[in-house]
């Protein structure tokens, strides 16, 4: 049985200019992702799709193998999952067939060995195509979360078939993270998208959840690696 991990980081970031190798708490924010997937046993070897040379300087660094990237598939609007076919393609040729794809976003430092190994092990269990990693939300589209009508007014995004008055009334809805998500070579090849086929999820807590995307997110994750989150 043979378990890659992969970590997609190109070198165009507008949120956060060279997030992917911005150093967090004295380490290259790729570092931390890199380091998770050395630590577990499960996982056969760990690869880094980038278009960037620092990027790729660095995680080399810290004992990744480095795709490279396609400048075609490093692009604002390019679908992530082109990469992940892209990279998928690149090992088998290289080094041949594999049974699991998990992907371990470079944005997503806080995540615990135990995540990354609880969404192998469920996805495996269940036989879903892929298990994402989800984490309560801070609001509700049936109770907090407004869209605009044609007629200029403002109305919840689901309204509630009954009479919601407090917040636990309302369905528990989740935000997805990018934590991790476990999959394999085959549903990348012949999908596309997470919810083209069976879709199970492991839950995430908050503290390790954060998702970097701007300078706010950076801040927070300083925050709570300094409180040894």
Same mark, same amino acid.
């Given at each position: 049985?043979?378990?890659?991990?992969?970590?997609?980081?190109?070198?165009?970031?507008?949120?956060?200019?060279?997030?992917?190798?911005?150093?967090?708490?004295?380490?290259?924010?790729?570092?931390?992702?890199?380091?998770?997937?050395?630590?577990?046993?499960?996982?056969?070897?760990?690869?880094?799709?980038? #278009?960037?040379? #620092?990027?790729?300087?660095?995680?080399?660094?810290?004992?990744?193998?480095?795709?490279?990237?396609?400048?075609?598939?490093?692009? #604002?609007?390019?679908?992530?999952?082109?990469?992940? $076919?892209?990279?998928?393609?690149?090992?088998?040729?290289?080094?041949?067939?594999?049974?699991?794809?998990?992907?371990?976003?470079?944005?997503?430092?806080? $995540?615990?060995?135990?995540?990354?190994?609880? &969404?192998?092990?469920?996805?495996?269990?269940?036989?879903? #195509?892929?298990?994402?990693?989800?984490?309560? &939300?801070?609001?509700?589209?049936?109770?907090?979360?407004?869209?605009?009508?044609?007629?200029?007014?403002?109305?919840?995004?689901?309204?509630?078939?009954?009479?919601?008055?407090? $917040?636990?009334?309302?369905?528990?809805?989740?935000?997805?993270?990018?934590?991790?998500?476990?999959?394999?070579?085959?549903?990348?090849?012949?999908?596309?998208?997470?919810?083209?086929?069976?879709?199970?999820?492991?839950?995430?807590?908050?503290?390790?959840?954060?998702?970097?995307?701007?300078?706010?997110?950076?801040?927070?994750?300083?925050?709570?690696?300094?409180?040894?989150?």
């Amino acid at each position: 049985m043979t378990i890659h991990a992969f970590i997609f980081a190109r070198g165009g970031s507008k949120g956060l200019p060279g997030k992917n190798i911005k150093l967090l708490a004295g380490k290259p924010l790729l570092a931390y992702s890199i380091e998770v997937a050395k630590q577990l046993p499960e996982i056969s070897q760990v690869f880094v799709s980038t #278009d960037d040379k #620092d990027i790729a300087s660095v995680a080399v660094e810290y004992g990744a193998t480095v795709i490279p990237r396609p400048d075609n598939l490093a692009q #604002d609007d390019t679908p992530e999952w082109f990469a992940w $076919r892209h990279a998928i393609n690149w090992v088998k040729e290289r080094y041949g067939e594999f049974d699991d794809f998990v992907s371990l976003p470079a944005t997503s430092p806080l $995540r615990s060995e135990q995540d990354v190994q609880t &969404a192998i092990k469920k996805r495996r269990q269940t036989g879903a #195509d892929i298990c994402i990693s989800v984490t309560p &939300a801070s609001r509700s589209p049936y109770f907090n979360m407004v869209k605009a009508t044609a007629e200029g007014e403002v109305e919840l995004v689901i309204p509630p078939t009954g009479e919601v008055q407090r $917040r636990q009334d309302a369905p528990t809805v989740f935000d997805i993270t990018t934590v991790v998500y476990a999959t394999t070579p085959h549903f990348v090849l012949e999908q596309y998208g997470l919810f083209s086929g069976k879709v199970v999820a492991i839950e995430v807590p908050k503290h390790r959840a954060v998702d970097i995307d701007d300078i706010c997110d950076f801040r927070l994750a300083e925050v709570m690696l300094s409180y040894g989150e």
